[in-house]
T-cell receptor, first 112, second 115 residues
Framework: GDSVTQMEGPVTLSEEAFLTINCTYTATGYPSLFWYVQYPGEGLQLLLKATKADDKGSNKGFEATYRKETTSFHLEKGSVQVSDSAVYFCALKIQGAQKLVFGQGTRLTINP | NAGVMQNPRHLVRRRGQEARLRCSPMKGHSHVYWYRQLPEEGLKFMVYLQKENIIDESGMPKERFSAEFPKEGPSILRIQQVVRGDSAAYFC?????????????FGEGSRLTVL
């Protein structure tokens, strides 16, 4: 079935470090791909998305590129801040379906 | 423009009681989704509804759980005879009728604690 696998957490970095959170997927057809972020005690917010191969989604300094050949959508940021501490979820949506399928989430903690 | 509204934000129940969680979608959205997040785990899809119709309930437990989205009023996720394993955060999301972009808009969740 359709699934998303994320890098195991938790991830702890120092402020201004480079961030990569890996995400790979298994899906029939050509899914749309998403990164959502969940701050403590809150719901999920869309961070960025890409709808076709080689698209790059970007927002708030975060980027992810839809790689069809490696079925990946890794999240990157060049210089993280303490305020980026949150749980990050990778997700996919199959063409013709409405629901999103989520990965298990990666907890990120940034230390000053 | 109000977002997805869920209530209650926190709910405590004793084993065997019933829990009712409510979700009002964003204005203009007619599709509602329920997800469950167990402690330290990801989000698991439960059910997808449109007004007066259950479209996909492939993630709903076979017993004790039900969902509805009536013509008027919020969507309701109902858990009968709760057990400790039902303790989780339940998130509702909504989307417009033609969701080409695929984005779901989430509420802040209802956190159920079963004593």
């Amino acid at each position: 079935g359709d699934s998303v696998t994320q890098m195991e957490g938790p991830v702890t970095l120092s402020e201004e470090a480079f961030l990569t959170i890996n995400c790979t997927y298994t899906a029939t057809g050509y899914p749309s791909l998403f990164w959502y972020v969940q701050y403590p005690g809150e719901g999920l917010q869309l961070l960025l998305k890409a709808t076709k191969a080689d698209d790059k989604g970007s927002n708030k300094g975060f980027e992810a590129t839809y790689r069809k050949e490696t079925t990946s959508f890794h999240l990157e940021k060049g210089s993280v801040q303490v305020s980026d501490s949150a749980v990050y979820f990778c997700a996919l949506k199959i063409q013709g379906a409405q629901k999103l399928v989520f990965g298990q989430g990666t907890r990120l903690t940034i230390n000053p | 423009n109000a977002g997805v509204m869920q209530n209650p934000r926190h709910l405590v129940r004793r084993r065997g009681q019933e829990a009712r969680l409510r979700c009002s979608p964003m204005k203009g959205h007619s599709h509602v989704y329920w997800y469950r997040q167990l402690p330290e785990e990801g989000l698991k899809f439960m059910v997808y509804l449109q007004k007066e119709n259950i479209i996909d309930e492939s993630g709903m437990p076979k017993e004790r759980f039900s969902a509805e989205f009536p013509k008027e009023g919020p969507s309701i996720l109902r858990i009968q005879q709760v057990v400790r394993g039902d303790s989780a955060a339940y998130f509702c999301a909504s989307s417009p009728p033609t969701n080409v972009a695929g984005e779901l808009f989430f509420g802040e969740g209802s956190r159920l604690t079963v004593l």
